[in-house]
Structures are given as C-alpha cells and as structure tokens.
C-alpha cells in the first residue's frame, strides 16, 4: 500500500510541476495546485520510507521462518527498495519522470536493474 501510494504521489507531484513550469495555478480536475509540490514531495518520499520499514516488520515477522527456507536473505531487498525509491523521487524532482512511475521504471535502465537486483535475494530466500 505504502509502496503504491508514493508512485501515485510522484504522479501528482511530476503533474504539479509541470503545471508550475507553464505557468498555470491548477491541475485540471485533479484538485491540486501549483504550489502544493512541496507537500506532495513529503508525503511520497514519507509513503516510500513506510513501504521500506514495512518490508523491514515482514522480514523480522516470527512466521517469515515458515514462509522462505532463508528469510534472513529478504533484508537485502530492504536497501534496493530504498534506492530505488530514492531514484523515482529524484528523477520526479529533476523533471525526467513526466509519465506514470511504473512506464517510467519500466523504460528506465536503473529501475530494471534494481528489480533484478532484488529478485536475487527474493529468489535466494525461497530456494536456498
């Protein structure tokens, strides 16, 4: 939920700024205004860091053990997760994201490589 909420906010923050770069005050039929980047800045980078720490509470859950033959495995995720975050906040901040997050990471050679990336550690945990 966490993780979606901030690819939603990066939408919206991405659709505010390019508002903001021509001028205009509204986003048509969004509800949003030109100067509400900031605040949708905070609460998609805070969604982001929400998705890692629950990630964090699902590797270090007691039934996790039942789950993957090496959960341990799992925390690996947890760093790629944040880069990856990171990366969809700064590409929206830096104007490059100007299309939905998941179009955007699946075009974006840093965001495949992220989730192969963490396939890895996912795959290492289920079979190792």
């Known amino acids: 939920m966490f993780l979606f909420a901030s690819l ?3 939408k919206r923050y991405a659709e ?3 508002v903001f770069k021509r001028g205009e005050s509204d986003v048509e039929g969004r509800g949003y205004r030109s100067g509400d980047q900031s605040v949708l800045m905070a609460l998609g ?3 982001g860091v929400a998705s890692i720490v629950t990630l964090a509470l699902y590797v270090n859950n007691l039934t996790t053990p039942d789950l993957y033959a ?3 495995f799992l925390w690996a995720v947890c760093p790629v ?6 990366h969809i906040w ?3 901040q830096r104007g490059v994201l ?7 990471a699946m075009r974006d050679w840093a965001s495949r490589a992220a989730f192969v990336i963490a396939l890895i550690p996912v795959a290492l945990a289920v079979w190792l």
């Open 8 to 10: 939603a906010f990066a």
């Open 16 to 18: 505010v700024s390019d």
């Open 45 to 47: 980078t805070a969604s």
């Open 70 to 72: 090496t959960p341990e």
């Open 81 to 86: 997760l944040l880069y990856w975050i990171a």
């Open 90 to 92: 700064l590409a929206a």
């Open 98 to 104: 100007t299309d939905d997050p998941i179009v955007f």
